[in-house]
């Protein structure tokens, strides 16, 4: 059995969460479990990934439509609570051993937003066993964190379309 890591995807460029999705398809492409549990994104068309199950199963606990900064202060408020659940939820696959390979999309970005604490994403790290590897992703990578990591990949834009700069 391979032994599991912690990786970090992290920077202001695009394609964090598309390098980890790739790493989930190639892992569970030889013969792992793999879990994604998205943040902050709401409930974005998911429907392409929804093809890949059952190896690949696909979790997101916000009810709101749009991303999570476009939300007024009184849905945040609402959605935290998702989001909570969301980290919970994370713990316990890890605590169970559910799948091989754990991706936690933009769960740096709920440290960011104060929806969580350092603390309490390394509380749910230390959770893994040495057989699971979880990878991370965000815009802002805390020291912590860091220094917990075996694998860190910056990802920053030289250069976007047009249309991504309004």
């Known amino acids: 059995m391979e032994k599991g890591i912690i990786q970090v995807y992290y920077g202001n460029g695009s394609g964090k969460s598309s390098a980890a999705f790739g790493n989930v398809v190639r892992r ?3 013969g792992a479990c793999g879990y994604i549990i998205r943040f902050l994104k709401g409930q974005i068309d998911e429907e392409y990934m929804k093809k890949l199950e059952p190896e690949i199963k696909l979790f ?5 439509i ?3 900064d476009s939300l007024t202060e009184e849905k945040k408020l609402e959605e935290k609570q998702n989001i909570l659940n969301g980290i919970n939820f994370a713990k ?5 051993g559910e799948c091989d390979v ?3 999309d933009e769960v740096l970005g709920i440290v960011d937003e104060g929806i969580a604490t350092v603390e309490e994403i390394l509380g749910v790290l230390q959770e893994r066993s040495i057989f ?3 990878i991370l992703t965000g815009r802002n990578l805390p020291d912590e964190i860091r220094e917990v990591a075996d ?5 920053d834009s030289e250069k ?3 249309e991504s700069k309004s």
């Not at 997101?60 to 709101?64: C, I, K, N, V, Y």
């Open 28 to 30: 569970v492409s030889a």
């Open 60 to 64: 997101s606990f916000e009810r709101s």
């Open 66 to 68: 749009g991303g999570f």
């Open 92 to 96: 316990k696959v890890l605590t169970t």
């Open 102 to 104: 754990l991706v936690l």
């Open 132 to 134: 699971t590897t979880v």
């Open 151 to 155: 694998q860190i990949m910056r990802i």
């Open 160 to 162: 976007e379309p047009e």
